[in-house]
């Protein structure tokens, strides 16, 4: 692991860093600068020359680094990527709770809960470091990019750890709601399990013969004209889950862009978000024993959303 970053986080982003090899174990090395080491290290990802003209590496003492400093062996240099042009999601994240352990929020869809791939700086955790001042915060558990509602986050990293441990044991207690086609032949309530898996490059989640890894129960909550609000209950935490055990029972979940085929949805384009509602979480906090419950702001129909801006937090719990 690294030392601590000599650079504050930017975006709410922590600085990227690269240290150089031991020389003990590498022998002789073939750079005489560090400014020649940085080049051959990083000039596929960064403008080498342009960073160390804009005075952009640092050492772990907080000096920057000069292109003539001389190599030495284990040496860590920190610096910000320049991060590319993204569009702002459209849509307000409604701090719903906020004490000095967790902030739990209800998000757009079409945003990021953590910064990756082509959404980083349009991310839950991105944007709520820098306008809630928590430079530590993190997800405690995953919500798809296209999926609305709540997420709960740790303040601080002393915290992740038992509060992560108890979502992966199964602990908590998820509640999501979906608009969908009415099929008038299916008995509900139903219990759906199969056994699910993913493909890396592959957007659709697949079903196998394997035993059951996936379990859902699904019940019809309302009728609104043609449709139904359908109260999801998600027993296990497999990709593309609820949907998946949606589409199978022959009611896909309104306004999904990958099931039940794919469609081809521009990155900017954020008019029709999926009906799938992550709106209630409930848990013994691991911490204090307190009984934890909160609920979404949203409701479905989910309408295309057009404010950006982080709503005041609510004061003790929901």
Not at 79 to 93: K, N, Q, S
Not at 161 to 166: I, K, L, T, V
């Amino acid at each position: 692991m690294p030392p601590p970053s000599p650079l504050p986080q930017r975006h709410g982003l922590d600085a990227a860093w690269v240290c150089t090899p031991d020389g003990g174990r590498a022998g002789p090395h073939p750079w005489p600068t560090m400014g020649a080491w940085l080049l051959e290290r990083l000039a596929e990802f960064v403008d080498v020359a342009g960073f160390l003209a804009g005075e952009r590496f640092a050492y772990q003492s907080g000096a920057l680094v000069v292109g003539s400093d001389l190599y030495g062996p284990r040496t860590f240099v920190w610096f910000h990527r320049d991060l590319a042009d993204e569009t702002a999601v459209p849509g307000t994240i409604h701090v719903v709770h906020r004490d000095a352990r967790l902030i739990v929020i209800d998000k757009p869809a079409f945003l990021s809960t953590i910064p990756r791939g082509r959404h980083v700086v349009q991310s839950v955790v991105v944007r709520l470091r820098a306008e809630l001042g928590l430079p530590e915060l993190s997800p405690l558990h995953r919500l798809d990019r296209v999926t609305s509602g709540l997420v709960v986050l740790a303040t601080e990293r002393r915290w992740r750890g038992e509060y992560q441990s108890m979502f992966q044991r199964g602990e908590v207690e998820k509640t999501y709601r979906a608009l969908a086609p009415l099929r008038p032949d299916l008995d509900l309530p139903v219990t759906v399990r199969n056994h699910l898996t993913s493909r890396r490059g592959h957007w659709q989640a697949e079903v196998t013969d394997d035993p059951a890894n996936a379990e859902s129960l699904i019940e019809l909550e309302t009728v609104l004209q043609h449709t139904g609000v359908y109260r999801l209950t998600p027993r296990t935490g497999k990709t593309h889950q609820l949907r998946m055990h949606m589409l199978g029972l022959g009611i896909p979940i309104i306004d999904d862009p990958v099931y039940p085929v794919v469609r081809d949805v521009a990155l900017d384009d954020f008019t029709r978000p999926l009906q799938l509602l992550a709106s209630e979480v409930t848990f013994t906090d691991p911490i204090d024993g307190e009984l934890r419950r909160f609920e979404s702001v949203r409701a479905l129909p989910l309408q295309a959303e057009v404010a950006v801006a982080v709503a005041g937090a609510a004061a003790g719990s929901a």
